[in-house]
């Protein structure tokens, strides 16, 4: 009388099989159905991949869709860096039908990998010439907002101790400053990357050396953005202990205190690296005709006066006004550093390993 | 004769009941992992492995390795001095306020590590209240936030195992007149063994993976494997020494998992008396003390997290809370804290369910007494998506599943489905040992009796099993509130979880933003306690060990 084990077992089998088989059916079925659903080439979606920081108010994005019956539907894919080696990972399938929130540290990359298709758009002012790229790259991206990543301080906390605040890069290194200091990291934070190009660009050949002198004058590396401002900025969320941090020029409106007229800090603009960002058509995209007219709707009136209070940038069209707090605190950079986008991809990780050698152990 | 056709015949149920659960770890796992590792060894289409040997051989990565490796093993190895006596305390005693202290314990495990870093920042920058003790940016500060998020991991899975331990063999070893010491020694440890490097092993990979607290907390000075191929994908592109860098995280998760299985099979039979637990007496008191410790240690950062979410501007109030309805200060979101938090109620809810009725399946083979070294892989197997890179598994989702038939890239399942596949082996690690414990010899009598195999399986082990299967599932629901890893790279704008929503939250410029991740990181805290706490309720919590 033994116990017949096995064919119990070879039909236990058969019948969680049979249980289990049609709801992987299932999940594979709904998920099929979920996807053909929104980017098979339908003309009225349009999926755009945009770095983190995308956000737009409503009423913009539903003037898109009146004037052109297009639904836009954006999908962050991390930041500059990560949204542009995405796109050169699956270029033979698009992600998207097109793409906004490259940067100009970036931007060469996603030209010579051949991410991106011809368009320049006729909406693109004349005043935004200037943030063109140059070469091939500037019939494949359009220019449509930028920001300068300058060093803020914290007025309040100068005056507390009557010392007088930085100026410069070079201020920086000197004994006064000792340990006030803290920027976002080059590796892991698009600001602190656009710093760190402020110095490569202010310093030139000698960058190394005022990194080694910065670190050696207490300068504090974090992670991310946040980290910098809202945990060690003394003016920032966590009332931290250094009043010195790479942030934005835009960031000192954000400091006016509330029932008063005026920051408490402000942004030192010989400091300045600038950001420019862009849109363009991804090779592939199913929906090619649907981006170029959001690219051009980009660079109208109405999406760039809502920049600045959505991104916290500035808008490539000059005629457009600023909101007020912008205009009086919020000025841009006069002379900002600038580095050519190709000397920036062909260097990047080069100089982002230096880098790492300095600051870290 | 018939026993060697009802152990092949065994072997080929094994393989057919675990097809469904293996096809899926395969869609879901081995082919992006794969597709991704292919991309760096054939890099311009020709394999060419010398890229990637040349990458171990550099200096830099030696220096990531080993700095894994210990600050792993040392992060380890306190979460378990640190949880042991915890574990004792929770679960061999009885005291009012245990369930809720369990509940609590367990909410620094689930907590978006962007949100622990910002917290655990402010109280140990200078200007924090723990500011003199100089650790910001310090190794130590590294290893005290990955004790700070696993040493729950501990106290479940010993604290069940603790449990689970017959007490009267202990009463004998005291009756003959073993003093506490020699009773622990001799008999509490020995039996306790596997399931603390059951515990041990999963804190580790925990650790080795771990990614927000090591760039966090160590302000980019120290970097692990798992940093490291973040940056070397998604900044440098150098898809090469990402692949073996994971290559080389796979082969230390093999040799850790072939370790921990040679002790863990020494399976201690499981208590069913229904005594109730002693109440703490005298002798207790320095285990109490140190439980007291470790609790104010794990709540010091949440309770920092409640200040900040309650502070706005000078004053003090709930507006941080009310704002949790809106799409926060300059559109920071997409859509309204709140709705994140129904997507990510409604992803736990799938999650767990496919996390839930997989993992039983695996539970149910590695629990069979016949199983071999077969079920031994296939637990192994499983377990492979908590060490290796979810950047790794993200990216390779982008570029494997984007064509028919598996044209999923864009499907709202994936994020459910990725996140079941976090929470498997965790559903396994509880359901298994309770599987484990149920005498071969009841299901063979049921089966002599006429009983047809589901039958057995509905009379036999399920009245055993049931309660640890809720309890995984709360876990599992727990894990995939807070998962952010693979979400991050799979959540779309229209339906981002909470953890998401938080990160950009603190992304963004503004008093307003930052007081409202403050909250939405306590709401979060609050969901994953009320749902631990609901499952401690159905008193089954402590059955399984992971």
């Not at chain 1, 009423?59 to 894919?77: E, M, N, R, S, Y």
């Not at chain 1, 981006?291 to 808008?315: H, S, T, W």
Request: glycine share 8%; proline share 6%.
């Amino acid at each position: 009388m033994r116990i017949p084990r096995s064919r119990s077992w070879s039909s236990l089998s058969s019948i969680a099989l049979s249980s289990l088989g049609p709801l992987l059916a299932l999940t594979l079925l709904t998920s099929c159905g979920s996807s053909a659903g929104s980017d098979n080439g339908d003309p009225k979606t349009l999926v755009v991949a945009t770095h983190d920081s995308w956000a737009m108010s409503k009423d913009v994005l539903a003037d898109f869709k009146k004037q052109t019956g297009i639904t836009v539907k954006a999908q962050p894919q991390g930041d500059a860096g990560a949204l542009t080696n995405k796109l050169v990972l699956t270029k033979h399938s698009p992600l998207a039908d097109g793409v906004y929130g490259i940067d100009n540290s970036f931007a060469s990359r996603a030209v010579d990998e051949g991410v991106l298709s011809a368009y320049s758009s006729k909406a693109l002012v004349k005043s935004a010439d200037a943030f063109e790229l140059e070469g091939q790259g500037a019939d494949k991206l359009t220019p449509v907002d930028y920001s300068d990543v300058c060093v803020n301080v914290d007025d309040t906390w100068f005056a507390a101790r009557k010392l007088p605040a930085p100026k410069s890069l070079e201020d920086l290194t000197e004994p006064a400053y000792k340990g006030l200091f803290v920027t976002p990291g080059a590796t892991t934070s698009s600001p602190g990357l656009a710093f760190l190009l402020a110095t490569i660009g202010a310093e030139g050949a000698g960058w190394q050396e005022y990194w080694e002198k910065l670190m050696a004058n207490g300068a504090k590396v974090t992670a991310g953005w946040s980290d910098a401002y809202e945990v060690d900025f003394t003016a920032g969320g966590g009332k931290g202990d250094r009043p010195i941090v790479t942030s934005y020029s835009s960031s000192p409106p954000f400091t006016i205190p509330e029932g008063e007229t005026h920051p408490t800090t402000h942004a030192l603009l010989d400091t300045c690296f600038r950001q420019v960002e862009y849109a363009g058509v991804l090779k592939g995209s199913k929906n090619p005709e649907g981006m170029r007219k959001f690219i051009d709707f980009m660079l109208g009136r109405e999406f760039q006066a809502a920049l600045p209070d959505n991104m916290y940038v500035y808008p490539v069209d000059s005629s457009v006004a600023l909101p007020k707090a912008w205009a009086t605190f919020a000025k841009v950079a006069p002379n900002p550093v600038a580095i050519d986008a190709d000397d920036i991809t062909e260097h990047r990780t080069e100089w982002l390993r230096e880098w790492r050698d300095i600051t870290s152990q | 004769m018939t026993g060697l056709r009802s152990r092949r015949h065994n072997r080929l149920g094994t393989v057919a009941l675990a097809a469904v659960p293996l096809a899926a770890l395969v869609t879901f796992f081995i082919y992006p992992v794969g597709g991704m590792l292919a991309r760096g060894f054939w890099p311009d289409g020709s394999f060419a492995p010398g890229e990637v040997l040349e990458v171990l051989a550099r200096p830099r990565v030696h220096r990531v390795l080993w700095f894994t490796l210990w600050s792993a093993a040392v992060a380890t190895l306190v979460a378990v001095v640190a949880g042991v006596p915890v574990a004792f305390a929770l679960h061999r005693l009885r005291f009012p306020g245990r369930d809720l202290i369990r509940a609590l314990v367990v909410v620094p495990f689930v907590l978006p590590t962007v949100v622990v870093g910002v917290a655990f920042r402010q109280l140990i920058a200078p200007s924090g209240p723990l500011g003199a003790l100089g650790l910001d940016g310090s190794a130590a500060a590294i290893v005290a936030a990955l004790v700070f998020f696993n040493i729950s991991v501990v106290v479940r899975t010993v604290g069940s195992f603790w449990e689970a331990i017959d007490r009267r063999r202990e009463e004998a070893a005291a009756a003959l007149g073993a003093s506490p010491w020699q009773v622990l020694r001799t008999v509490t440890l020995p039996a306790l063994l596997p399931g603390i490097v059951s515990a041990a092993s999963v804190v580790f990979l925990f650790c080795a993976t771990s990614f927000g607290v090591v760039l966090t907390m160590g302000g980019l000075r120290y970097a692990n494997v798992e940093t490291e191929i973040y940056l070397l994908t998604t900044q440098e592109l150098d898809l090469s020494a990402a692949a073996a860098l994971s290559v080389l995280q796979v082969l230390v998760i093999t040799g850790l998992l072939g370790l921990s299985a040679r002790v863990r099979r020494s399976a201690v039979p499981v208590d069913r008396t229904t005594r109730p637990l002693p109440r703490p007496r005298r002798a207790h008191a320095a285990v109490l003390i140190w439980t007291a410790a470790v609790v104010v240690f794990l709540m010091a950062p949440i309770a920092s997290l409640v200040i900040a979410s309650l502070r706005r501007g000078e004053g003090w109030g709930l507006e941080n809370y009310r704002a949790l309805g809106t799409t926060g200060d300059r559109n920071a979101l997409l859509v309204p804290a709140t709705e994140g938090l129904l997507n990510s109620l409604g992803i736990a809810l799938v999650a767990s369910s496919l996390a839930l009725v997989f993992g039983s399946v695996v539970a149910f083979l590695v629990s069979r007494p016949a199983g071999g070294r077969l079920t031994g892989v296939l637990d192994g197997l499983f377990m492979l998506p908590l060490g290796v890179s979810a950047v790794t598994v993200g990216f390779g989702f982008l570029i494997t599943l984007d064509r028919p038939p598996l044209d999923l890239r864009s499907s709202a399942l994936l994020i459910p489905i990725a996140q079941a596949m976090v929470a498997l082996p965790l559903v396994v690690r509880t359901v298994g040992p309770v599987l484990r414990s149920i005498e071969d010899r009841q299901r063979q009598a049921a089966s002599s009796l006429g009983a047809g195999p589901f039958r057995v399986l509905l009379t036999v082990d399920l009245p055993v099993a049931w309660r640890s299967l809720l309890a995984a599932a709360g876990f599992a629901f727990a894990v995939s509130l807070g998962e952010f890893g693979a979400t991050s790279f799979l959540a779309r704008d229209d339906r981002p979880t909470l953890p998401v929503v938080i990160y950009r939250l603190i992304g963004h410029p503004g008093a307003a933003n930052f007081g409202m991740a403050m909250a939405a990181s306590v709401v979060l805290a609050a969901t994953t306690a009320a749902v631990m706490f609901a499952v401690q309720r159905l008193r089954v919590g402590s059955i399984g060990a992971f």
